[in-house]
């Protein structure tokens, strides 16, 4: 099989002297090439390096991969590790609806624009070398134009400045997962009156996992956790629309796990000494979150969401995760109750809604945790308010 190699010597040349590097060389492919780029000259021989770090030393041309449809889910739900060995193309679409959801407990938003229906939208899985054939589509119900930026992709404006759409159009972009990682992706339309920042705080935004050439080590669970924030007007009894003021004031209302408050996310369970990895992204529109799961304490974390390089590991409390950026962490819970994954910025959990339980079932062990308490004392358990909506909201998580 003939294959594509990037040299990376090409590209300290080019760094130092300016010189002009040669396109990629395809057997056969139709999409590189003088037609379609318009500026450089097809080589036979030299490619162009993304980066001297790219762990990725040479890709299969895309003439020579089969293809395969990707498989989607919904977070706190991931796809499975992808494993094989040989990179395919791989199909995915996305369609955007402008639609209306409820997000905690008596707040319906009128105004939740979503990839498939969901916000955030699905959660994709691909290997690093995979080249995703990416179809975004738009109902034909929909008002506004809308886009996609994969921050997996390295090209112009991570693919939106090809796949601007208006209702009921559709466009396709074929593009190299060239890191392995945790990326975002999310809408970058900022036309017709509604900035991309709109677009985002009404709920476009999602991930996508590009696993490493080597799989990560099977684990017994792995979870998805987006942190994103919604700005609310109040639009009617249980209503709610974007802010515009709140947004450009950088105050959300609400700043939620997988785009629903913490009541609305059932809880999670696993087993005593069960490995767990979460996956855990930052949506925005504005913050930066202090990662923390109460009562566990990271054994790994691949900082920032790259899985090129080796995890830190060992006694890690809290992550930093800015908008728009990812972690992933691994930990093991040694006895049974109830974990709570939260932004340590405490506010967003006791007035904003923000948090998912983890609960932990299986036998005690008293040399790592045991309660001296009296017998039938009753386990402290916090209140969780979230004024702004309706005072009776006060809820205990439980
Ligand atoms: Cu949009």
Same mark, same amino acid.
């Given at each position: ?13 080019? &760094?130092? @002297? $300016? ?11 139709? !999409?590189?090439? =003088? #037609? ?124 939106? &400045?090809? @796949? $601007? ?11 190299? !997962?060239?890191? =392995? #990682? ?140 800015? !908008? ?75």
């Amino acid at each position: 099989m003939k294959r594509i190699t990037y040299l990376g010597t090409g590209v300290v040349l080019a &760094a130092i @002297t $300016g010189a002009a590097l040669s396109s990629v060389s395809h057997s056969g492919g139709a !999409a590189a090439g =003088p #037609g379609r780029s318009g500026a450089v000259t097809p080589s036979a021989t030299l490619l162009r390096m993304p980066s001297m770090n790219n762990p990725l030393v040479d890709l299969a041309p895309k003439s020579s991969l089969q293809v395969i449809k990707g498989i989607k889910t919904v977070a706190p739900e991931v796809p499975p590790p992808v494993t094989r060995e040989q990179n395919k193309i791989v199909e995915y679409e996305l369609t955007v609806r402008e639609t209306a959801g409820k997000i905690a407990p008596n707040l319906n938003y009128l105004s939740l624009w979503t990839f498939d229906g969901v916000a955030p939208g699905p959660v994709m899985r691909v290997k690093v070398g995979d080249v995703i054939r990416f179809t975004l589509r738009s109902d034909t119900k929909n008002v506004t134009s809308h886009n996609i930026d994969f921050h997996f992709i390295t090209g112009a404006c991570g693919g939106c &400045a090809d @796949t $601007g759409i208006k209702p009921g159009q559709s466009k396709t972009i074929e593009v190299r !997962a060239l890191y =392995p #990682g945790l990326f975002m992706y999310h809408c970058a339309y900022n036309q017709e009156g509604n900035m991309a920042a709109v677009h985002i705080a009404n709920g476009m935004y999602g991930f996508l996992i590009v696993d490493p050439k080597e799989p990560l080590p099977a684990v017994e669970h792995e979870f998805m956790l987006v942190e994103s924030e919604f700005y609310v007007d109040n639009a009617g009894p249980g209503r709610g629309i974007c802010s515009l003021d709140a947004l450009m004031n950088e105050n959300p209302t609400y700043i939620f796990f997988n785009g629903k408050s913490a009541e609305l996310n059932p809880p999670l369970t696993i087993h005593v000494n069960d490995r767990v990895r979460l996956y855990m992204g930052h949506g925005g529109v504005n913050g930066f979150a202090a990662f923390h799961v109460i009562g566990a304490i990271f054994d790994k974390v691949y900082p920032d969401g790259g899985t090129s390089d080796a995890p830190r590991e060992h006694g890690i409390q809290t992550v930093t995760v800015p !908008a728009g950026g990812a972690t992933i962490v691994e930990f093991v819970a040694p006895v049974p109750g109830k974990l709570t994954a939260v932004d340590h910025n405490l506010s967003r959990v006791f007035f904003k809604g923000l948090g998912q339980v983890i609960n932990v079932v299986g036998a005690p062990n008293h040399e790592i945790y045991e309660s001296l308490a009296p017998a039938g004392s009753t386990p402290y358990e916090p209140e969780i308010r979230m004024p702004g909506i309706a005072s009776s909201w006060a809820h205990t998580i439980r």
